[in-house]
T-cell receptor, first 114, second 114 residues
Framework: DGGITQSPKYLFRKEGQNVTLSCEQN?????MYWYRQDPGQGLRLIYY???????QKGDIAEGYSVSREKKESFPLTVTSAQKNPTAFYLC?????????????FGPGTRLTVL | RKEVEQDPGPFNVPEGATVAFNCTYS??????FFWYRQDCRKEPKLLMS???SGNEDGRFTAQLNRASQYISLLIRDSKLSDSATYLC???????????????FGKGTHLIIQP
């Protein structure tokens, strides 16, 4: 089946540790995105990539890093520099990075920092 | 004025009623608009794009008012399964037609009551 997968669904980490969230898509989409959602809040863009080996910072990139070595994969690392990492992380993809493209979301990863 | 604003609700509506809510945006350069539906603790899913001429999909109607800078979503004959949070998305384009900014509203919470 085509789609976007994120793993794990739930993730717990100790304060001060880095953690990497996985996002894979087999839709052959060029563009991929990472968002963060906090309770009662809208989605905020962390990083996005419109093509392999290229990515740009979104609105809240501090404390996060990404890579885009393959078209299908866009992992997000939450570093210890991120002050409030507990949140719901959503990955999305779209056919291109164009302004009219629909974004399709993965099921999300809930990260809790203990 | 915030970039994208939605009434958070909740809107409590009896089953079978018609309900409508708006999403206002501040940047007149905004070009593309979407409505997403998000169920509790799930990822957002595309409900419909919003076209300048307005569009309808079954019980759902979306409209764009550029002069007053808002989009609307109307749900007729509401069902219990329509209970969810509805997010609006506003995309600006740059001079080349690419996406220059994508902003999610915080969502409107809708509860359909039996």
């Amino acid at each position: 089946d085509g789609g976007i997968t994120q793993s794990p669904k739930y993730l717990f980490r100790k304060e001060g540790q880095n953690v990497t969230l996985s996002c894979e898509q087999n839709l052959n989409h060029d563009a991929m995105y990472w968002y963060r959602q906090d309770p009662g809040q809208g989605l905020r863009l962390i990083y996005y990539s419109q093509i392999v080996n290229d990515f740009q910072k979104g609105d809240i990139a501090e404390g996060y890093s990404v890579s885009r070595e393959k078209k299908e994969s866009f992992p997000l690392t939450v570093t210890s520099a991120q002050k409030n990492p507990t949140a719901f992380y959503l990955c999305a993809s779209s056919p291109t990075g164009g302004g009219s493209d629909t974004q399709y979301f993965g099921p999300g990863t809930r990260l809790t920092v203990l | 004025r915030k970039e994208v604003e939605q009434d958070p609700g909740p809107f409590n509506v009896p089953e079978g009623a018609t309900v409508a809510f708006n999403c206002t945006y501040s940047n007149s350069a905004s070009q593309s608009f979407f409505w997403y539906r998000q169920d509790c603790r799930k990822e957002p899913k595309l409900l419909m794009s919003v076209y300048s001429s307005g569009n309808e999909d079954g019980r759902f109607t979306a409209q764009l008012n550029r002069a007053s800078q808002y989009i609307s979503l109307l749900i007729r004959d509401s069902k219990l399964s329509d209970s969810a949070t509805y997010l609006c998305v506003v995309i600006k384009r740059d001079s080349g037609g690419g996406a220059d900014g994508l902003t999610f509203g915080k969502g409107t919470h809708l509860i359909i009551q039996p």
